[in-house]
């Protein structure tokens, strides 16, 4: 009787690949591109910004990559939660080191916050702007944000961070309760006004903190807050609100047929950078899925489906290949839409004739006034500050 043939085992199930973020860009056609192409599997585990931001500091066990904001890395790198990224092994790091935010004109105003700040991993393990060859973080999307009027309103477009803090809005404005984000918006809306003045916005002594909270506590006991969003800005129930906003969700209630009008703010605007960080704790295969991600990132689909939902990338030249002309030529361009324009979930956005609020992305970045800032004492300033937001959650 001959021997039974035996089949060696093999293992068909798609390696999987754990990442942390928010719903910013932790959208499925993002998950579904990248499974397609990578053919690996992924856990999105989308959360708002300081769930998201509080998880990486304490469980770095429980993801691969943590998709979030640079100005996080002061608060979740000091845990040891990351490890470093070899940039010898992300194939575009030529363009993504050119980006002009990391290349700043000798002698130019530059505000403080940016992602050049912390990027890369200096010699002690701390963060600074000395370049090297490894960094925190790789930056993907960025973009510049302000507020908008949600809801039906025939009041004139406000063209100023000081409208935030108007009469005519009491009662009706949101802002976001993130203090790295909202409250470099209030910052801006006190300034316009006049009423407050700082050697350095991006980070505040404690006595400018004393004072902020002060003001701004003054502002929601007279009633003029409608409440702090978290992940999503309010819906227009009762009249219109004044809610600052992400492009995402600007987008996203556009969608919906929601009347809605994005400001762009004389002052210019708060700018953000997202990008992918590595968890000390993954292996080694693991950690082979996790460059393969982050390159494909920037290879140019995940581009293209962000810039449909309002975002720039770093390395915009393969995004252009995976963009239709009229799409390139809007988004990036701020060119009149040719034909009617999509946002990354298929939806129409935008019709012929209209254009894209702000401009180009090379005027709505070079008037970038603020970046989302995590400041030397934001203990002390979170402290205070939820006090003002934890109670008036929208």
């Given amino acids: 009787m001959s021997e039974p043939v035996t089949t060696p085992f093999v293992n068909t199930t798609p390696a999987v690949l754990r990442v942390l973020g ?9 998950h579904a591109s990248a499974e397609a192409d990578l053919g690996i599997r992924l856990e999105f585990t989308a959360l708002d910004g300081i769930k998201s931001q509080r998880r990486g500091v304490l469980a770095p066990d ?46 130019s105003h530059v505000p403080s916050g940016t992602p050049l700040d912390r990027l890369y991993v200096q010699e002690n393990g701390e963060l600074g702007s000395a370049v090297s060859g490894r960094i925190s973080m790789l930056p993907t999307v960025y973009n510049a944000d302000s507020f908008a009027i949600v809801g039906e309103s025939s009041v004139p477009e406000p063209t100023s961070w000081g409208d935030l803090l108007s009469e005519q809005w009491r009662g009706r404005v949101a802002i976001q ?5 909202g409250v470099p918006d209030l910052l801006l809306a ?42 999503r800005t309010p819906s227009p129930d009762n009249g219109a609100t004044l809610s600052t906003m992400w ?42 899925l996790a460059y393969a991600y982050l390159n494909w990132w920037l290879s140019g689909p995940a581009g293209a489906i962000m810039a449909r939902n ?45 254009r894209r609020e702000g401009g180009s992305y090379e005027t709505r970045q070079g008037q970038i006034a ?23 959650l929208i």
Avoid at 22 to 30: R, S
Avoid at 335 to 352: M, R, T
């Fill in 190 to 231: 006190l300034r316009a006004r006049g009423e407050f003045l700082c050697d350095n916005p991006g980070n505040l002594t404690l006595n400018e903190i004393k004072s902020f909270i002060r003001l701004v506590k003054q502002y929601q006991l007279a009633g003029h807050f409608a409440g702090f969003w978290t992940d």
């Fill in 22 to 30: 928010t719903g910013v860009t932790l959208i499925d056609t993002i």
């Fill in 62 to 107: 429980s993801f691969d990559i943590y998709d979030q904001w640079f100005h996080d890395l002061d608060l979740v790198w000091p845990a040891r939660s990351l490890r470093p990224i070899d940039v010898a092994r992300i194939k575009c790091w030529d363009q993504v080191s050119n980006w002009a935010v990391l290349r700043p004109e000798p002698n």
């Fill in 177 to 181: 309760a993130d203090a790295a984000i």
């Fill in 310 to 354: 309002g975002a720039y990338m770093v390395a915009p030249d393969a995004v252009r290949k995976n963009l239709s002309v009229n799409e390139w030529n809007f988004w990036y361009g701020g060119e009149p839409a040719v034909s009617k324009i999509h946002d990354a979930f298929g939806n129409v956005v935008y019709l012929p004739g209209e």
């Fill in 247 to 288: 492009w995402s969700n600007y987008l996203s209630q556009k969608a919906k047929g929601i009347p809605i009008r994005m400001c762009s703010p004389s002052e210019g605007y708060r700018g953000w950078c997202g990008g992918m960080a590595l968890s000390q704790k993954m292996d080694k295969r693991t950690e082979e």
């Fill in 370 to 392: 603020i970046w989302n800032s995590v400041m030397e004492e934001h203990n002390f300033l979170v402290r205070l500050w939820d006090l003002i937001t934890m109670d008036a």
